[in-house]
Structures are given as structure tokens and as C-alpha cells.
């Protein structure tokens, strides 16, 4: 894998670079370890929070150009301690091809209590990533359903849950949503709306509206794990928008941990933080 952090307690992880690694450690241990004759270099998976070893930091690799990390199935003391059940379920080692909605873990170790506490601390950016990948505007009273339903399901005990991808499972365990008066910005979405559902409109204020009984909502399912040709993880699910019986709507989502990250390394004057949604995620996940 081409991330790490720094600490477990950590929610940002970085991009694996030999500068940035140096920088970002100061060569210091316990990052820097002398062990016999070598130097070898630590840092913590931003997954599952298992020590991994950055492998090629100082010598060029046959295989590749860019060092990488990789689990340490030991402890490291001040770092991180080697957790046999949390790298078995690392998502960045080993994908989940079989994900069922219902999976859940039987405990709720540390690192779930962390995925809780992330999402909380960072519901605002949940909240704006949500928009941009559904083209739903998020109010207020729509995360307050879906928080509602994530605590009811015990949505941090899913199985394909993990510390990255906390904006992505919190939607997609969530009911199906009514559509009903949703503001709608994704101008595709608009017009599978006004084509597919017989009395529909987008009227001034880009609001769904309809005249008729229909019911049409919308809802995630299939959430896929998989690695891609550079060894990464990749995770997806469907959008899907139903009317009465019918998907009029579909389209992919791939989790873009990438974004995500941005958002949380970018000062708050930058970015578009909402304090009125971390509130309310604190009232339920606090
Ligand atoms: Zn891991």
C-alpha cells in the first residue's frame, strides 16, 4: 500500500513519499528503528492500525520505482501493537468480496469506537461529500434519518466498515430516503426525474416535486471491496433511484479516499465546514 499515518490516533493519513516520510518523522524513532545491522522504518496502517514496515525508503526497489508500506506482524513499542484479528480484517490486505448489509463484528474494539468518533468529528465534510457524489443537497433533517438509522444499525460494526471509508458506509447503510422535495443539483439525476417519473419536475428552487402517488426514493446498495492493478483498495456501490417499483436511476460511486483526505487536511477557513452538522452528529454518535 502506498498510505500510512503516524499515530492510531490519528484520522489523516499520508501518501507514501521518501521526503515526505523523512519530514514527516524527522528520522526519528520510533519510525526509525536500528535492528542489528539495518535501519528500518515504521509507521501505522490507516486502516486497521496494525504497525507496517515502509519497504525501499532509501534504496530503489527491483520491482518498483516508490517504496511502499507493508503490515509488521509485531508490535512496535510506542507505535502501534500488532493486532492479529484487526490485519485479518484489513480491508487493505484483504478485500471483501462477499459483503452482506447484515455482517456485523461481534465487539467493538477500540478502532470501531474510532470509526465512530471520526465520523462525528467530521460530519460536516460527510455531509458536503454526499452532495457532490449524489447530487442531493444534505439537510439537516435528512442526516438526522440517516444518523438515526447508522446508530440503529450499528453502522461502525459492519463488516466492510473501516477507518477510511466512514463517509461512504454511513449512507450506505442508511433506508431508502424519499425524494420528495429533495434539492437536486446533479443536472443527470434532474433529468431522469422529470423523464422517468410521468408527473415530475425540477421547479424554480431545484426541488423535486411530483403531482402524483408515485413513490421514489433513493438508496445504496452493493458495496463492493476489490484491489486494483497497483495493489491498492478499491471500494464501490450503486446510487440507485427507485420509483413505486421501478430503478429509473443508477449509477456507480467509488470512494474517493483521496478527497476525503484533502478536505480534512485543508484548514477550516478553506473549506466548507457547518458546525450545525457536527452538532447533530455528536447528539447521536457523541
Ligand atoms: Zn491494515
Known amino acids: 500500500m502506498n498510505i500510512y499515518k503516524l499515530k492510531t490516533s490519528e484520522t489523516n493519513y499520508k501518501i507514501l513519499s521518501s521526503e515526505g516520510f523523512e519530514m514527516a518523522t524527522k528520522k526519528l524513532p520510533p519510525y526509525y528503528e536500528k535492528q542489528e545491522k539495518h535501519e528500518l522504518h515504521f509507521a501505522v496502517c490507516p486502516a486497521c492500525n496494525n504497525p507496517v514496515q515502509i519497504i525501499g525508503l532509501n534504496k530503489k526497489l527491483q520491482h518498483t520505482d516508490h517504496p511502499y508500506a507493508k503490515h509488521y506482524h509485531k508490535s512496535i513499542r510506542g507505535l502501534a501493537p500488532f493486532d492479529k484479528e484487526a490485519f485479518e480484517s484489513c480491508s ?113 428552487r431545484k426541488q423535486f416535486i411530483s403531482k402524483g402517488s408515485e413513490k421514489i426514493f433513493f438508496w445504496f446498495a452493493g458495496h463492493k471491496q476489490s484491489k486494483t492493478s497497483d495493489n491498492f483498495l478499491k471500494e464501490t456501490m450503486q446510487f440507485i433511484v427507485t420509483c413505486d417499483d421501478e430503478d429509473i436511476y443508477k449509477k456507480t460511486i467509488t470512494f474517493d479516499y483521496e478527497h476525503f483526505q484533502n478536505l480534512l487536511n485543508t484548514p477550516d477557513e478553506k473549506r466548507p465546514r457547518r458546525e450545525n452538522f457536527t452538532e447533530l452528529a455528536k447528539k447521536y454518535l457523541g
Open 92 to 204: 487493505l490486505v484483504h478485500p471483501r468480496t462477499n459483503l452482506s448489509k447484515s455482517n456485523r463484528k461481534p465487539v467493538c474494539t477500540e478502532r470501531e469506537k474510532q470509526i465512530l468518533s471520526n465520523l462525528q468529528e467530521n460530519f460536516d465534510q460527510v455531509a458536503y461529500l454526499f452532495q457532490l457524489y449524489s447530487g442531493i443537497v444534505m439537510t439537516k433533517s435528512l442526516a438526522e434519518e440517516m444518523l438515526k438509522w447508522y446508530v440503529a444499525e450499528q453502522g461502525h460494526l459492519y463488516k466492510g466498515a473501516s477507518l477510511i471509508n466512514a463517509p461512504w458506509v454511513f449512507v450506505y447503510l442508511s433506508k431508502a430516503q424519499s425524494l420528495w422535495g429533495r434539492i437536486i443539483k446533479d443536472p443527470e439525476l434532474q433529468e431522469a426525474l422529470c423523464k422517468k417519473v410521468p408527473t415530475g419536475l425540477i421547479n424554480e
